[in-house]
């Protein structure tokens, strides 16, 4: 298991955490838990992710939560995507 700590600017409560937990979920699957546990912090708008780093790696992670709308580290929000999260979450 691999344990990083991500900036994520937009992290401002618990539903755009959810937004970034949901997400995560798509990717994992019965058999393979890939993204093994989330620690958001909303003070300090960062996230402690625990994931199975023979299954994905740093970059996929920030890649998944730039395509829910919210930069992960120096990786942008796909275009389009923040228009879509909740008022509190831009």
């Given at each position: 298991m691999?344990?990083?700590?991500?900036?994520?600017?937009?992290?401002?409560?618990?539903?755009?955490?959810t937004?970034?937990?949901?997400n995560?979920?798509?990717?994992?699957?019965?058999?393979?838990?890939?993204?093994?546990?989330?620690?958001?912090?909303?003070g300090?708008?960062?996230?402690?992710?625990?994931?199975?780093?023979?299954?994905?790696?740093?970059?996929?992670?920030?890649?998944?939560?730039?395509?829910?709308?919210?930069?992960?580290?120096?990786?942008?929000?796909?275009?389009?995507?923040?228009?879509?999260?909740?008022?509190?979450?831009?």
């Amino acid at each position: 298991m691999v344990t990083v700590e991500i900036s994520i600017p937009g992290l401002k409560n618990p539903d755009c955490g959810t937004i970034i937990q949901n997400n995560f979920n798509k990717y994992n699957t019965p058999k393979i838990t890939i993204v093994q546990n989330v620690e958001f912090d909303f003070g300090t708008r960062t996230a402690l992710i625990t994931y199975d780093g023979r299954h994905t790696a740093l970059r996929n992670i920030q890649h998944w939560i730039a395509e829910v709308g919210f930069q992960a580290d120096d990786v942008a929000p796909f275009p389009g995507t923040q228009e879509k999260l909740p008022e509190g979450c831009r």
